[in-house]
């Protein structure tokens, strides 16, 4: 559903085609943390006009096919100041590597190692990614509200991927202490 919300919200700055939206405003902007495809951007597009919620308007052009272009409406930017006051629940957390790790007792340290170094390099990626995204200095710009928000989103990410890369490190140093798979117990007497 954020989705939706999502949209709005960047058609709120102004009017564009599917295409942009994707292209130019989503992936420079809430995909760090809200990421969608072109064919999940342009389902709930057709949801929000079919909601009445965005308008499309055709314009023709010459040389290439018509474009669609999406602009919000009043009861559109109504829904999006509506959502923007909710309270949310906490996210569910589905991360495949905790359940790689809870059933990994079967592998062996330097296939855990692995696993675990793949994801740190994953992680330290996209912190560097984060690193790299061009808003200007908070400090900048004092009074500017949407570039202060920006940054708490974007701090968060950050904290976020340090938090994963400090944990990440914690793994090496465990696992690289454990006994291996074939030195340590049968995990399955404890059950029967």
Not at 75 to 99: C, I, M, N
Not at 152 to 157: A, H
Not at 176 to 188: G, H, L, Q
Request: proline share 6%; hydrophobic share 45%; net charge negative.
């Amino acid at each position: 559903m954020s989705l939706h919300y999502a949209i709005l919200g960047i058609l709120n700055v102004m009017p564009m085609t599917g295409y942009d939206l994707k292209h130019q405003a989503f992936d420079a902007t809430v995909r760090h943390f809200w990421p969608a495809d072109q064919s999940q951007i342009y389902r709930t597009l057709n949801k929000l006009a079919d909601d009445e919620l965005v308008t499309v308007t055709v314009e023709a052009q010459d040389e290439r096919p018509d474009r669609k272009v999406y602009a919000i409406t009043e009861a559109g930017q109504a829904a999006l100041t509506e959502w923007l006051k909710s309270d949310q629940a906490v996210p569910t957390l589905r991360d495949p590597l905790l359940v790689q790790l809870f059933f990994g007792q079967e592998l062996s340290r330097a296939d855990l190692l692995r696993v675990v170094a793949q994801q740190l390099a994953t992680h330290q990626a996209q912190l560097a990614v984060f690193g790299q995204i061009p808003i200007p200095p908070a400090e900048s710009r004092p009074d500017d509200r949407w570039l202060a928000l920006q940054h708490l989103t974007l701090d968060f990410g950050v904290a976020l991927e340090q938090a994963y890369v400090s944990w990440l490190e914690k793994c090496q140093e465990v696992i690289a202490e454990m006994p291996d798979a074939d030195e340590a117990p049968d995990f399955r007497e404890r059950f029967m």
